[in-house]
């Protein structure tokens, strides 16, 4: 018959494990949290990954690695949008990706190229989303405008924004001047794409620089992005 103190030690050591798979969660949504903070934000960029920086043909093998089922590689046209955003130091992105919910905000943001990666302050998805007591995690359900829409009614301030995806399932005609469709085998390969993305981004830009200037003026109301 196994002692007591055995039994408590196989208790405390269950809970240590308990604990740090929390403290693991909570270091991923601080370092998550802090990086919504930079001292300027200019536009916002909700980046989807399948689809965008490479053909939405990815898998994720039974021992956890992710590959890409068709010509080229994960992330091929990452330096396309690097390029595209170099006139706009003060753009951030957001992941809303699938790829978050799957890896977490760390992992799934160090997949970027490190340019890209500075510009991260956040994701669509966080860990806290468990869930609910029917046990169904509503972020899963969610269209993407939706995760958008959620996200930026946690904001502070109203801050012009853009998404490119290659989902606009449940989109609203009235906001699809803030999506960047993408076909889901081209993704930012398409010229149109690349072309339509630096115009919006330059419409969406110009919006930030006069929401200063009325600061400025002290007389600054928000309007729709």
């Not at 007591?4 to 196989?10: I, K, N, T």
């Not at 080229?72 to 595209?84: K, N, T």
């Not at 490190?114 to 991260?120: C, G, I, N, S, T």
Request: glycine share 6%.
């Amino acid at each position: 018959m196994p002692s007591a103190s055995a039994g408590l030690s196989r208790e405390l050591e269950s809970w240590w494990a308990l604990i740090k798979w929390g403290m693991a969660l909570v270091k991923d949504e601080v370092c998550c949290c802090l990086l919504r903070l930079p001292s300027e934000i200019g536009v916002i960029l909700f980046l989807d990954f399948d689809g965008v920086l490479h053909p939405d043909a990815v898998y994720r093998r039974l021992d956890g690695r992710i590959e890409l089922r068709a010509s080229g590689e994960l992330f091929m046209w990452a330096p396309l949008l690097e390029e595209i955003l170099e006139d706009y130091p003060e753009l951030r992105i957001v992941l809303s990706t699938s790829w978050v919910r799957v890896l977490g905000f760390r992992r799934a943001r160090e997949r970027l190229p490190a340019k890209l990666a500075e510009r991260v302050i956040g994701a669509t998805w966080h860990s806290a989303m468990g869930r609910n007591s029917l046990d169904v995690i509503g972020w899963d359900h969610q269209t993407r405008f939706q995760q958008i829409s959620a996200y930026l009614s946690r904001s502070p301030n109203p801050t012009p924004w853009l998404a490119i995806d290659d989902d606009d399932v449940g989109w609203p005609d009235e906001q699809k001047s803030s999506l960047i469709l993408t076909d889901p085998v081209k993704g930012l390969a398409s010229v149109n794409v690349q072309n339509l993305l630096r115009h919006q981004l330059e419409i969406k830009s110009q919006v930030h620089g006069e929401e200063d200037d009325s600061r400025d003026n002290g007389s600054f109301s928000s309007s729709d992005s």
